[in-house]
Nanobody
Framework: VQLQASGGGLVQAGGSLRLSCAASGRAIGAYTLGWFRQALGKERLFVAAINWSGKRTLYADSVKGRFTISRDNAKDTVYLEMNSLNVDDTAIYFC??????????????????WGQGTQVTVSS
């Protein structure tokens, strides 16, 4: 599975962005899909994930209520709608996929496939 993230950019605090991650090489309808982010000099952290059907989602506390993860299995794409952005959301955002577990994974080692990342910069 190859993942291609896009949609990052520069936005003012309070603004919104929508990230997309398109999969190729294999249909991802059976995969759990996640978003992680890594700020400069920091470790990669869990942001959100969605199970194969889209009926279960999980969010980091820091983004709960502001970010929404969704997926379109017909397009093999996962999205991350980000609202009320603040400077602490500045990071490279990575999408990831896994199909080994029925539980939603929040650790990086729980995912087997990773996109290349897209930069999100929030200015104050």
């Amino acid at each position: 599975v190859q993942l291609q993230a896009s949609g990052g950019g520069l936005v003012q605090a309070g603004g919104s962005l929508r990230l997309s991650c398109a999969a190729s090489g294999r249909a991802i309808g059976a995969y759990t899909l996640g978003w992680f982010r890594q700020a400069l000099g920091k470790e990669r952290l869990f942001v959100a994930a969605i199970n194969w059907s889209g009926k279960r989602t999980l969010y980091a506390d820091s983004v709960k209520g502001r970010f929404t993860i969704s997926r379109d299995n017909a397009k093999d794409t996962v999205y991350l709608e980000m609202n009320s952005l603040n400077v602490d959301d500045t990071a490279i955002y990575f999408c990831a996929a896994e199909d080994r577990s029925t539980a939603i994974q929040t650790a990086t080692y729980g995912y087997d496939y990773w996109g290349q990342g897209t930069q999100v910069t929030v200015s104050s």
